[in-house]
Each structure stands twice: as C-alpha cells, then as structure tokens.
C-alpha cells in the first residue's frame, strides 16, 4: 500500500494570529518597518545571513547558523508553528526575528538577529517579537535564553526575566528563562515602542523588496594573511602554481 510520506513529515501548523506591521522612526532620523514576513519571502533573507556564518564576535557565528536553520525548515514545512518578523530600514534588512508557539499558553522564542548595528535594532526587534506572543497570541509566557552577553544584557536584565532553570530550552537544551505577562506590562511603557497603521508609502516600500544590509556585522580583516601565505613552507597550492610557471621560489 502506497503510503503518503510528505504527510506524516510535514507538521500541520495551528493558524496563528498574524503580528500587523508597526513602524518607528530611529535616533539616525530613518524609518524601520517591522512586519511578519511568510514563506514566500524566506529565499529573499537567506543570502544576507550566510555571511554572518563566519563572524565570530558577538556569537554571530552560532546564531546565524540556527536561524538559518529555522528559517530553511520553516520555509520547507519541517517546523511546527513558527513565525519570523523581518525589520527593514527603508527597505534593507536590518533585523530578523523568530520564535513559535508551543501550547495556547506558552511561547518559544527562537532567536534575535541584527544586521545593522548601534541603534538597539535588535532590541526593537526583540520587543515586538514579545509584543506579538504576549499581546496577539496571548501566551502566559515567553521561554527565552541568550547565546551571547549583549542578549543576555538585552533580554535577562532589561526586562528583569525570571528563571526556569528546571526547564530546557529548546535551543540547546539550557536552561530557560521567562517572560511573563507581568513582566511584559512593566517593561511596555520602556521598551516597547513603535506605531500602527504603518503609512501605506513606508509599508509598500518594505513590502516591495527586501534590499541588502548595507553595513552587516563581517569578520576582522586579515591584513597579513596574503604575506603569510608567501612564506608558509606548507603553502602547497602556491609552490605548485610557481612550480608550474617554472619560477623558483626566493621566499621560501
Ligand atoms: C543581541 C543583538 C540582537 C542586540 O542588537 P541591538 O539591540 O541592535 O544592539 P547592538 O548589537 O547594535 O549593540 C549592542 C551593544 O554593542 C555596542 N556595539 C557593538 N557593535 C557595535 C557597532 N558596530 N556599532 C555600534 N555599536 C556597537 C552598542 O553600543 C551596544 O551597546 P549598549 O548595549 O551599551 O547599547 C545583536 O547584538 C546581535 O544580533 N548579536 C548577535 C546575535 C545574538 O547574540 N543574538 C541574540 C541571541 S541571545
């Protein structure tokens, strides 16, 4: 008997309330647009994560390689009850965040990601991400970890998150912290900002196509690397080119 794999694989999502779009204007004068992207849109946002793969500072490194990974199972149907909220500055993409829901009453947030630096995008990005599991899914609360110090200072002390350490995180399986709605009441008049409707021009804009990050995080400049290669012994594709052009090698 013939038996349909693709659904026993493929998990049925429960149909989530959609996060509607908010925008604010920065410290840098320019309009961000956060708005809850589909699957349609996730091949757009995959080629300016991948470099990040190779920026080890700030844990860019690891948390890249998981929303890749989010983001590709979600985009192929192999993720349950996932959401993923694109920020855009005029147009560009500036932040990427995502997280799912577990039970009616209890949020997963997966991760936060920022691609332009210095103007607490991530935070923003963050707190909506908090806005839409407390205030439109209605979840009780939120389990959260960090990977990285500036998360932990973002999430664990700006919003004062209790610990539930008892229960593992399904990032890696560490312990969990929580926000709750508590929590998220006290924090609101701070942390959270942003305005709705989003001008009709600003979201067309956004919603028209998902530009590049103009200065993503990169890793360090290699300056001597090109010296080094000239006068490592072990360098064997080099000594095979000079071989092959019938030079002899005065460095090595
Ligand atoms: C955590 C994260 C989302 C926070 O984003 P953010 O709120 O926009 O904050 P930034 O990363 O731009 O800045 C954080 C701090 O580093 C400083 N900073 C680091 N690099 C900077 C840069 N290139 N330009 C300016 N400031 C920089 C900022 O001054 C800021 O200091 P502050 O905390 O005193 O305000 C972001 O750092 C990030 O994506 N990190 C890598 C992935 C990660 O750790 N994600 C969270 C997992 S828990």
Excluded at 80 to 102: F, H, K, M
Excluded at 176 to 201: I, Q
Excluded at 209 to 234: E, G, Q, V
């Amino acid at each position: 008997m013939a038996v349909d794999l693709e659904k026993i694989l493929r998990p049925v999502d429960h149909p989530l309330k959609p996060f509607e779009a908010k925008y604010m204007t920065l410290a840098s004068g320019e309009h961000m647009v956060i708005r809850q992207i589909d699957r349609d849109e996730i091949p757009d946002i995959l080629p300016y994560l991948e470099p990040l793969l190779h920026v080890e500072r700030d844990y860019y490194d690891v948390v890249c390689a998981r929303i890749y990974s989010e983001l590709l199972a979600h985009y192929r149907c192999r993720a349950q009850d996932e959401y993923v909220l694109a920020v855009q500055i005029d147009g560009e993409l500036a932040a990427v965040v995502n997280g799912r829901q577990v039970s009616p009453d209890l949020g997963m947030s997966l991760h936060t990601i920022a691609l332009r630096r210095g103007l607490r995008v991530g935070a923003h990005a963050f707190a909506a991400k908090m806005e839409y599991h407390i205030d439109i899914l209605g979840h009780q609360e939120v389990l959260i970890v960090a990977e990285s110090p500036i998360g932990f200072r973002r999430w664990m002390i700006e919003y004062q998150l209790e610990k539930r350490f008892e229960t593992a995180h399904e990032l890696g399986g560490v312990p969990s912290w929580a926000l709750t709605k508590d929590l998220f009441d006290r924090a609101r008049s701070t942390l959270v900002v942003g305005r709705r409707p989003v001008p009709p021009e600003i979201l067309a804009k956004a919603e028209a196509k998902i530009l590049p990050p103009s200065d993503p995080p990169t890793p360090p400049a290699d300056l001597l690397a090109a010296t080094r290669s000239m006068y490592d012994p072990t360098a064997t594709a080099l000594i095979a080119q000079r071989n092959a052009l019938g030079g002899e090698t005065d460095h090595a």
